[in-house]
């Protein structure tokens, strides 16, 4: 009975509901944007790396290697995009 | 008569009106000679559902030839009306419409597919495999390409061109200052065929790294299968930011968002970096794939094997990686701070690098071999300078404090054309030769190819380089006349008989085609005219649908060719039968609901686009519960075809 109950899944789906409440008190909650902006992001990026460990069982295959080597490409990229982004259009602004 | 008024275009010319009745008529001939030849229903079964990568590929020759026709009249259109001084040939809205469309119309609806269609057509032939990973994914990649570029090209007789510039810099593009729809259908037209590219990318992300025939390890590959593989992967990471840019100017556009305007806390210089930051990658997927088919056929006829493999390989990784460092320099003049274009500077400058390994491994494989001037060799032989001179001129445009000079002015244009015609075009033209029996089983003549290159070369150089000149004395891009007193005139007429003699090379290629259909013999010497070294010519001309009717085995980079000269065996084992994909009509379809959903947004005319969304919604889940488990080709039937076409070791 017990191979037969995801238990990995309830779990991850209990705690992706936790991490959305978490998300939503930054609405009901009065604080500093600061605050507020590094919750939504510690959140956020949290609930992408359950989804994609719990859910689209990026562990579970052989070619996990190449799952995650794609992954931290792409987060590199977009790392990259985004602060290159913040770099000329805020911090290197000068007019 | 108040909902139709939107579909009349805002300013007319004889022209227009002209290309609308000549749109007409052709349709209504293709429609005629459909009829008349019976030909519907091989236009169905054989084409229009076909999930065959080498039909897909000739599906995208014959669109970017379309294309490169539309966009080459626009191009000629535009020299002539700067030949002279304060020309009246165009008026200025004219102009505007004509140089957004043909930036647009070449980058992605002729450069894309011609690459694609070497893409499709090769790289499965190249390793050793049956098809595509994904058979159906990829027709859908062709027919959302094809719906999105008709979309595009509707514009200029139903509602009006773009008028933005190909790369539709906001706020000009936004509502206040592009009130017709033109931008519109930009924004969707190049979504609906992004989109298409996207998949494409997956597509052949994963058939490279999971279909290789047995033997060939990544290092084995062909060199075009390797800039397949990183363009897939440059793909993979900057479409999506055009997808995004794109969704974002639209609902700017129907639905009033501020994300690019100049009030309400919108940031109208993010669309061009957002733009930029796909597009920089971009280019590097155009150019990628032509060094790729360049590291076949200089081997080819040199007789020598690739020099410098490695490096070419290692040159190609870090120009994918590094493409997406540089996109601000696209924007000098923008307004930041001398660092960051410092930073962007050095980024840029560094690519030459790579570049420049690779052009001396040409170098170095041409040495010393015994070159075979043929019509893919004079393409490649006439890349190497020429390409060289529009990427120091790069490095020259990448100096931050130098390029407030250039910026905007024709010098930039001479630029990006001396490298997309001499790299890009020159590439897809030499290989389209090169390929050409391969994908249809006759030679194309070689006289009145080398008569096309020498135009098309003669008239690039004269209609280029005297942009670099009124470029440096100050003439502008994207302004449609200019004063006697100037003194741009001479220079700007010399570029006009340039674009002429481009447009003969144009004719004559189309010529040699023609003639060549009707003349050349059907019968292509032991499948392998040109003594080629890698996989793809170890099958019959034109290709079976299976490919390989046995899958090679590799223990070479060069397998064909040490195959034929050292004795390797490539086709070990017996028949067996052949696991092959259906076709289906699910691509064309719901690419046809696209457009349909496309154009209804384009004019927001709502019930429809939300017809469309469900259609096309519909298609998916039809997909989803389809049960397709594709068919078998029997040993018999396998045994009959290579006995027509002379067995698999025929080349022996």
């Known amino acids: 009975m017990k191979e037969l109950f995801p238990a990995k899944q309830v779990w991850g789906f209990v705690f992706s509901l936790i991490l959305t409440v978490v998300a939503l008190l930054v609405y009901f909650f009065n604080m500093s944007k600061a605050t507020g902006m590094t919750i939504f992001i510690l959140t956020a990026f949290i609930q992408a790396a359950v989804q994609l460990v719990v859910f689209m069982h990026a562990r579970e295959t052989d070619d996990s290697k190449s799952i995650f080597m794609t992954l931290y490409g792409a987060i590199f990229l977009a790392l990259i995009t985004v602060f290159g982004t913040i770099l000329c259009m805020i911090w290197g602004w000068s007019y | ?652």
């Open chain 2, 1 to 652: 008569m108040g909902f139709f008024s939107r579909f009349l275009i805002p300013n007319p010319s004889p022209v227009i009106y002209s290309s609308m009745v000549a749109i007409g008529v052709t349709v209504l001939l293709i429609i005629f000679g459909l009829t008349h030849f019976k030909k519907w229903f091989y236009l169905w079964s054989g084409w229009l559902t076909t999930v065959d990568h080498k039909r897909i590929g000739i599906m995208y020759l014959i669109s970017a030839l379309l294309m490169l026709f539309r966009g080459g009249v626009d191009a000629v259109m535009m020299r002539a009306q700067l030949a002279v001084p304060d020309n009246k040939l165009l008026d200025s809205q004219h102009y505007n419409e004509i140089f957004s469309t043909h930036g647009v119309v070449m980058i992605l609806f002729m450069a894309m597919p011609y690459i694609m269609a070497l893409m499709n057509f090769v790289v499965p032939l190249q390793i050793g495999a049956r098809d595509v990973a994904f058979p159906r994914l990829n027709a859908i990649s062709f027919w959302l390409f094809f719906m999105g570029a008709m979309l595009f090209n509707i514009s200029f007789v139903i509602g009006g061109s773009p008028d933005a510039g190909w790369s539709s810099y906001f706020p000009l593009a936004g509502n206040e200052f592009s009130p017709h729809v033109g931008t519109n259908y930009y924004m969707i037209g190049i979504q609906i065929a992004g989109i298409g590219t996207l998949m494409t990318g997956i597509n052949f992300l994963t058939t490279i790294l999971k279909m290789r025939a047995p033997g060939m390890t990544l290092m084995k590959m062909p060199m075009f299968t390797w800039s397949a593989l990183v363009t897939s992967i440059i793909i993979i990471f900057a479409f999506p930011v055009l997808t995004v840019a794109l969704i974002m100017g639209t609902m700017d556009r129907l639905f009033a968002t501020k994300f690019f305007t100049m009030t309400d806390g919108g940031m109208d210089m993010l669309w061009a970096n957002l733009f930029w930051v796909w597009g920089h990658p971009e280019v590097y997927i155009l150019i990628l794939p032509a060094f790729g088919l360049f590291s076949e056929i200089i081997p080819t006829f040199s007789r020598r094997n690739l020099y410098g493999y490695r490096s070419m390989v290692a040159s190609m990784v870090f120009i994918s990686i590094y493409s997406f460092f540089v996109w601000t320099h696209h924007f000098f003049t923008m307004g930041q701070a001398a660092y960051v274009n410092s930073i962007f500077s050095i980024t840029t400058m560094v690519i030459a690098i790579p570049t420049g390994i690779k052009i001396f491994n040409w170098l170095f494989t041409m040495w010393k071999g015994r070159i075979r001037f043929t019509v893919p060799m004079l393409y490649s032989i006439g890349f190497i300078p020429l390409f060289t001179i529009g990427g120091v001129t790069g490095v020259m445009l990448a100096m931050s404090a130098a390029d407030y000079q250039y910026h905007n002015t024709m010098f930039l244009v001479a630029h990006f054309h001396n490298v997309i015609i001499p790299g890009v075009v020159f590439a897809v033209l030499g290989a389209g030769t090169y390929y050409w029996p391969k994908m249809f089983g006759f030679m194309l003549n070689e006289r009145i190819g080398k008569w096309a290159f020498w135009f098309l070369t003669i008239g690039f150089c004269l209609a280029f380089f005297p942009m670099y000149i009124t470029g440096l004395d100050g003439q502008a891009r994207r302004i449609y006349t200019y004063s006697e007193s100037s003194g741009f005139g001479p220079l700007n007429m010399i570029s006009f008989i340039g674009a002429a003699l481009m447009a003969i090379s144009f004719v004559l290629i189309v010529y040699t085609i023609y003639y060549s259909i009707r003349h050349a013999p059907r019968d292509v010497v032991g499948d392998d005219p040109w003594d080629a070294r890698s996989l793809e010519w170890a099958t019959h001309n034109p290709v079976p649908e299976y490919n390989f009717a046995i899958i090679p085995q590799v223990n070479s980079r060069e397998t064909f060719w040490d195959a034929k000269y050292k004795g390797h065996e490539l086709f070990k084992g017996d028949y067996e039968k052949i696991h092959m994909p259906n076709n289906s009509g699910g691509p064309f379809i719901m690419s046809c609901i696209f457009f349909v959903f496309g154009f209804a947004l384009v004019f927001s005319i709502w019930f429809l686009a939300i017809i469309g969304l469900i259609g096309i919604f519909v298609c998916m889940a039809h997909r989803s519960f389809e049960i397709d488990h594709g068919h078998y080709i029997s040993v018999e039937e396998i045994k009959a075809t290579e006995a027509k076409f002379g067995g698999v070791n025929k080349w022996k």
